[in-house]
T-cell receptor, first 115, second 111 residues
Framework: SAVISQKPSRDICQRGTSLTIQCQVD?????MFWYRQQPGQSLTLIAT?????????ESGFVIDKFPISRPNLTFSTLTVSNLSPEDSSIYLC????????????FGPGTRLTVL | QKEVEQNSGPLSVPEGAIASLNCTYS??????FFWYRQYSGKSPELIMS????GDKEDGRFTAQLNKASQYVSLLIRDSQPSDSATYLC???????????FGKGTKLSVIP
């Protein structure tokens, strides 16, 4: 399976600032996704990162708050903007590796704490 | 609204026993089903996928799917303390790659 890395692995940010998270895959992948996992909770899909076009956001998530880029088939960024303590979560990218495949593999995650 | 339900646990089993984890889902059109293991402080790790009714075995793990009952389960044989983790059930609907996750069942294997 693809090797997925995320940067940073963790960060502590001040209220009102922004954090950009990078997701890098060691091979070209079909699909890339961004999830949020709030403390003690399961995973919630934020958006599908589309290569060369705007991301597709799930209900409750908007581009102004969670801008996403995917300039190529191996890299994506998620920015969490105008941070508040409620944004303290783990943010995970996931990938689907090949055509006709459905299995999703997750990166190691970014733990964000907002003070 | 697509829903995936799991018992939150904790489920405690003695070492060497069979652990049985259950999951139900609401979307009858769901096509693909996955079990992830998540250790505390780590990201989810895919351990099983199942697409057809019946059983699928991989080592000590067996996934069972019954689409008519909208039910999927994971059996862990010869449970080990290293199996202690939260197990997440995930379901993929028709026509998309998106996964809906259950809240997870916390498993504790007692030595």
């Amino acid at each position: 399976s693809a090797v997925i890395s995320q940067k940073p692995s963790r960060d502590i940010c001040q209220r009102g600032t922004s954090l950009t998270i990078q997701c890098q895959v060691d091979s070209q992948v079909t699909m890339m996704f961004w999830y949020r996992q709030q403390p003690g909770q399961s995973l919630t899909l934020i958006a599908t990162a589309n290569q060369g076009s705007e991301a597709t956001y799930e209900s409750g998530f908007v581009i102004d708050k969670f801008p996403i880029s995917r300039p190529n088939l191996t890299f994506s960024t998620l920015t969490v903007s105008n941070l508040s303590p409620e944004d303290s979560s783990i943010y995970l990218c996931s990938v689907v590796a090949g055509q006709g495949a459905y299995e999703q593999f997750f990166g190691p995650g970014t733990r964000l704490t907002v003070l | 609204q697509k829903e995936v339900e799991q018992n939150s646990g904790p489920l405690s089993v003695p070492e060497g026993a069979i652990a049985s984890l259950n999951c139900t889902y609401s979307d009858r059109g769901s096509q693909s089903f996955f079990w992830y293991r998540q250790y505390s402080g780590k990201s989810p790790e895919l351990i099983m996928s199942i697409y057809s009714n019946g059983d699928k075995e991989d080592g000590r793990f067996t996934a069972q799917l019954n689409k008519a009952s909208q039910y999927v389960s994971l059996l862990i044989r010869d449970s080990q303390p290293s199996d202690s983790a939260t197990y997440l059930c995930a379901v993929k609907g028709a026509g998309s790659y998106q996964l809906t996750f259950g809240k997870g069942t916390k498993l504790s294997v007692i030595p």
